[in-house]
């Protein structure tokens, strides 16, 4: 039976979004990128609407060295700050940022966000070589890919503009089809050629692979931490 796949994003406001810095390229970018860690989890994202939780766990698993939270961890931490069933992304980045969470006697934050423009590609491949970025989308389409939250290597292509924006993923690699095909162990169909653009994301417990297209029509906002994280031992 394939897991529940719970959403639970608010869209930030605009008087935010109009404020933040946006991301600037100014290092190089590599051609193809991924980040993957070897351990993933729902977070919750299963039980609770705390996808924007999740996607920092996933974050801070993307680490070197990994670092993996617990689940029990992270939904109890969404709890206490009042994010477990619904937040905005900025919300719970403005809470990783200021108050981190604590695992195994380090607590690890955020650095500081900014906006980035999901629509320029180049830009958005910078961003995502610097770390996972953060992105709201509108998901009805979405969870309805094959595969989603059942095993990597899930496709979502030719997604259509959704309305609104209910759930948080992480952005996570980009590359040939084929190339990331080959990183996730997936195999590619027929119809779509190895050499075709495409990104790595992650949501409930998968990394798969998303047309830039999609990505433009069912994203609403999105976000990279700079570094993405900061650890202070206690």
């Known amino acids: 039976m394939p897991p529940r796949l719970l959403k639970g994003a608010n869209p930030t406001p605009r008087h935010l979004l109009a404020a933040a810095m946006p991301h600037v390229a100014t290092t ?7 980040w993957l860690p070897k351990q993933l989890n729902l977070w919750g994202n299963g039980m609770f ?3 924007c939780t999740a996607e920092e766990a996933f ?4 680490n070197f ?3 993996f939270i617990p689940p029990a961890k992270i939904v109890k931490w969404a709890r206490n700050h009042f994010v477990l069933n619904g937040a905005g992304l900025y ?7 200021t108050i981190g969470i604590d695992h195994d006697l380090v607590t690890y934050k955020d650095g500081p966000f900014h906006s980035v423009n999901w629509m320029d590609v180049p830009l958005l491949q910078n961003a995502i070589a610097q770390g996972p970025v953060k992105i709201g989308v509108a998901s009805d389409h979405l969870i309805q890919v094959p ?3 059942v095993s990597n290597g899930w496709i979502a292509t030719g997604l259509p503009t959704g309305d609104p924006l209910d759930h948080c993923i992480s952005l996570a690699g980009y590359g040939p089809a084929s190339w990331l095909a080959t990183q996730l162990g997936a195999t590619l169909p027929a119809e779509i050629a190895g ?9 409930w417990s998968t990394v798969g692979l998303i047309d830039p297209d999609s990505v433009s029509a069912i994203t609403g906002e999105a976000w990279l931490r700079t570094p993405t994280t900061i650890s202070k031992p206690d």
């Open 28 to 34: 190089p970018t590599p051609p193809q990128f991924l």
């Open 147 to 149: 595969n989603i939250g």
């Open 65 to 67: 060295p990994e670092i």
């Open 59 to 62: 974050a801070k698993a993307c």
């Open 91 to 97: 919300e719970v980045l403005q809470l990783m940022q």
């Open 195 to 203: 050499d075709t653009p495409m990104y790595a994301a992650f949501t």
């Open 49 to 51: 609407g705390d996808c």
